[in-house]
């Protein structure tokens, strides 16, 4: 199947694929594996809910799959490779996408636009309103997505265009690896979050004794021998393209919901935005995981209709 580009969408309008009264077209590239369900999906459907069109882009033009231990929980726990008994989740119940999340999941496989999606190559900017990155740790897909050319080039032109741009977890990291003809990150200058790396550090601990033979299934990097523990983390990478450490905002410990926050457990909800974390620069919007991804899909949404006409 060749490579669509967005023109190639236009003919799709009478059969409802763009919507005549869509507030926003957005796009949103995944890569071809391993993306989070959580961040991509809750992500969709509420800008969806909210009148917004998401155009989806792939590296080939072919749909995407999600890590699908993110989805199912499945292989996180010391007996996954027990026929049986790798149905039973502890960790993996913990750590993978809740019923909100893998329901949201089950509904974009459905739309149009995630089963046809476009080409990374052919991805013009200026068709687009805004820009919203997901994230996802798992090595063997997401560093196609984090280290392409393609990504950051077109993330580069957003941030040129003034458009509002979202970016979760490890798109951020994304985010700060496009960089001005100065050399300089989109982020520098600009106040962000993204996965902590106590949140990160966290994760990788546990799979250290449930996914032990895998145990840097939570590290996309991992650090070279004299480099401090943490150095490759998504929030320290990030951190070094910010024209200030200080900008890398975290959950300050006098937020009442600090504990909640801070849990690496507690996820945020169609009507409970509590235990999320989301930060806004102007037309930027940041968040950490995917338990802020009901809250940042919402502000996204509020920055895109801010602006509409």
Same mark, same amino acid.
Not at 72 to 94: A, F, K
Not at 260 to 273: E, F, L, M, P, Y
Not at 276 to 293: I, K, L
């Given at each position: 199947?060749?490579?669509?580009?967005?023109?190639?969408?236009?003919?799709?309008?009478?059969?409802?694929?763009?919507?005549?009264?869509?507030?926003?077209?957005?796009?949103?590239?995944?890569?071809?594996?391993?993306?989070?369900?959580?961040?991509?999906?809750?992500?969709? +459907?509420?800008?969806?809910?909210?009148?917004?069109?998401?155009?989806? *882009?792939?590296?080939?033009?072919?749909?995407?799959?999600?890590?699908?231990?993110?989805?199912?929980?499945?292989?996180?726990?010391?007996?996954?490779?027990?026929?049986?008994?790798?149905?039973?989740?502890?960790?993996?119940?913990?750590?993978?996408?809740?019923?909100?999340?893998?329901?949201?999941?089950?509904?974009?496989?459905?739309?149009?636009?995630?089963?046809?999606?476009?080409?990374?190559?052919?991805?013009?900017?200026?068709?687009?309103?805004?820009?919203?990155?997901?994230?996802?740790?798992?090595?063997?897909?997401?560093?196609?997505?984090?280290?392409?050319?393609?990504?950051?080039?077109?993330?580069?032109?957003?941030?040129?265009?003034?458009?509002?741009?979202? *970016?979760?977890?490890?798109?951020?990291?994304?985010?700060?690896?496009?960089?001005?003809?100065?050399?300089?990150?989109?982020?520098?200058?600009?106040?962000?979050?993204?996965?902590?790396?106590?949140?990160?550090? +966290?994760?990788?601990?546990?799979?250290?004794?449930?996914?032990?033979?895998?145990?840097?299934?939570?590290?996309?990097?991992?650090?070279?021998?004299?480099?401090?523990?943490?150095?490759?983390?998504?929030?320290?990478?990030?951190?070094?393209?910010?024209?200030?450490?200080?900008?890398?905002?975290?959950?300050?410990?006098?937020?009442?919901?600090?504990?909640?926050?801070?849990?690496?457990?507690?996820?945020?909800?169609?009507?409970?935005?509590?235990?999320?974390?989301?930060?806004?620069?102007?037309?930027?919007?940041?968040?950490?995981?995917?338990?802020?991804?009901?809250?940042?899909?919402?502000?996204?949404?509020?920055?895109?209709?801010?602006?509409?006409?």
């Amino acid at each position: 199947m060749p490579c669509r580009s967005l023109s190639t969408l236009e003919p799709r309008v009478a059969e409802g694929f763009l919507s005549k009264v869509t507030m926003s077209l957005i796009l949103l590239p995944i890569p071809s594996r391993d993306f989070d369900p959580s961040e991509v999906a809750v992500s969709w +459907k509420v800008l969806t809910q909210r009148g917004h069109q998401v155009v989806f *882009a792939t590296p080939d033009g072919k749909a995407g799959t999600c890590d699908p231990i993110m989805l199912s929980g499945i292989g996180l726990d010391l007996w996954s490779g027990i026929p049986v008994l790798r149905n039973i989740r502890v960790l993996g119940l913990l750590l993978s996408a809740n019923a909100d999340a893998r329901n949201a999941y089950a509904e974009m496989l459905r739309d149009p636009a995630f089963k046809s999606p476009i080409c990374w190559d052919q991805i013009a900017s200026g068709g687009f309103d805004g820009l919203l990155l997901g994230g996802g740790h798992r090595a063997r897909g997401m560093r196609e997505y984090l280290e392409s050319i393609v990504l950051q080039r077109v993330t580069t032109e957003f941030f040129a265009d003034e458009k509002p741009v979202a *970016a979760i977890c490890h798109g951020v990291l994304l985010a700060a690896r496009s960089k001005w003809v100065d050399g300089r990150s989109v982020l520098h200058g600009r106040k962000t979050t993204a996965l902590p790396w106590a949140l990160e550090r +966290k994760g990788s601990a546990l799979a250290h004794v449930g996914r032990f033979w895998d145990r840097n299934y939570y590290r996309t990097y991992t650090e070279a021998a004299g480099q401090p523990a943490g150095y490759m983390s998504v929030q320290q990478e990030v951190t070094r393209a910010l024209a200030d450490p200080a900008d890398f905002i975290d959950v300050p410990e006098n937020d009442m919901d600090f504990k909640s926050k801070t849990s690496g457990t507690a996820r945020d909800t169609a009507t409970n935005d509590r235990p999320a974390f989301v930060v806004r620069d102007e037309n930027y919007v940041s968040a950490r995981w995917p338990g802020d991804t009901h809250s940042f899909a919402r502000t996204f949404a509020e920055v895109l209709e801010a602006r509409a006409p």
